[in-house]
């Protein structure tokens, strides 16, 4: 099946073909539809739907078969059921991060939309709607006869029609065009604030926002949103992550209420690592959205108050909504798409992986810049250190989407004083992303590291009068 899976994709052209011919025809059945009754009809096409889409595509029949935006490649065959793109844990080469003996459905599928569309990136991607699970194991086809409206479309954010309330400090930040800084904090093991609020305690004066992890690398912690509102409650400005690994829309929708009630003003929707990797490899993964799906839902909920089921809220919230980016791993410049995807679906600021390969970046900024993103949302880069090229290796074996170049590495190996080394060669860094033309900031990373990574913010000069810029 695997085998005939690639081979659609090798194909993707001709079959895109044979899907137009049929999505064309076939409304003019759908009188023969009304008289066989549209039970008895389904009883006799899903059989063959299914035989000939599960050996063709390996179906996984959710029945919103989106096969046509997909470049013939089924996405719910990626074991996160990513609907919008591919995820930020691709491995070298393009294996999946979960199943490391496959290759990324969404490789698979960027490739095959290039045979359909060999100037995809010239259009705009559609934006697929999270699964609705109740038509699972029923026929598209049926759909297709009764002419349904192209499931690859979902509509964009409209304008607001809710009371904007006021912007939150990190957000006045990124709009008054300074350089911004923000820092990655992970919440503590325990059910004592105070360590929380000592590591926050570090960069006091240093950052505009600190962002507080939800399980990340599927490891168990204070939940980001308790962590979040402790420091919202304490005079910060906490980035909100949401990951869909864990939670449901339900739950999801539900806690986002409850930050904004807390005094929570920022929010980062991201899909979430595996939970293979974490210290709980036995636990179930959700996935009911990805990250695009949840921006979505999130920026509805902000701009038209009203949940993803259309019910209204009665007082919305607002957020300042953004998502990640990784330019460093597979399929490199077609990342773009998805970096579009997720402005056009309400991120308003994006926090990219780590950045160890400055040539990288600079190639993917000049993308974002030719399509004028950096003027939709604040592109703040992800920056790190670790203490000794060991660790720095490990990081690049073990941390899905984490891309460190030999050259760097064999510097740090080479040094004395390799703590120094990683030190200054992440100094060098950031002054060298702080350089290029559309980068709004630097977003700093590092497990448990928060002495060094205040240290870096000092010595970058990123937060003197030097850093001041403006967005082109
Ligand atoms: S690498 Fe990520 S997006 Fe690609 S198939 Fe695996 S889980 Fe899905």
Known sequence: MYAARLWSVRHARGLHRVYEYFSRLAPAFAPLLRLIGERRAEALLHPLERAAKGFMFDCRECGQCVLSATGMACPMNCPKEMRNGPCGGVREGGRCEVRPDMRCVWVEATEGTKRIAPDHLAHPTPLLPAIDVRKHGSSTWIQVVRGRPDPAFQPPVGDRTVAVAEYG????????????????????????????????????????????????????????????????AHGYSPVYQIA?????????????????????????????????????????????????????????????????????????????????????????????????????????????????????????????????????????????????????RWMAAHVPGVHVPERLLARIAAATDQKAETKRACIEIVRAVAAIEGVAGVHLMGHRNEDVLAEIIVESGVRGASAQKTLQ
Not at 215 to 227: E, I
């Open 169 to 232: 400090p990190f957000e006045q930040a990124c709009n008054s065009g300074r350089f911004v800084v923000t820092v990655e904090v992970a919440p503590p093991d325990s059910a004592d604030p105070q360590a929380l609020l000592a590591r926050a305690g570090k960069f006091d004066g240093l950052v505009d926002a600190i962002n507080i992890t939800d399980g990340a690398g599927g490891n168990c912690h204070m939940s980001s949103v308790a962590a979040s509102a402790i420091l919202a």
């Open 244 to 392: 869909c690994r864990d939670r449901n829309r339900i739950a999801i929708q539900g806690d986002m209420l409850g930050a904004a009630a807390l005094g929570v003003k920022n929010i980062l929707c991201i899909t979430g690592d595996d939970v293979s990797q974490g210290d709980h490899p036995q636990a179930k993964p959700v996935f009911d959205l990805d990250a695009v799906s949840l921006l979505h839902i999130a920026r509805n909920m902000c701009d038209r108050g009203e949940y993803a089921s259309g019910r209204k809220l009665d007082t919305p919230p607002d957020f300042f909504v953004g998502a990640t980016a990784n330019p460093f791993v597979p399929p490199h410049a077609d990342r773009i798409a998805n970096l579009e995807k997720k402005i056009a679906a309400g991120a308003r600021f994006i926090q990219t992986q780590f950045c160890f390969d400055v040539p990288l970046l600079e190639s993917f900024m000049k993308e974002v810049r030719r399509r004028g993103l950096h003027c939709r949302a604040s592109i703040v880069v992800g920056v790190g250190t670790l203490g000794s090229a060991r660790a720095l």
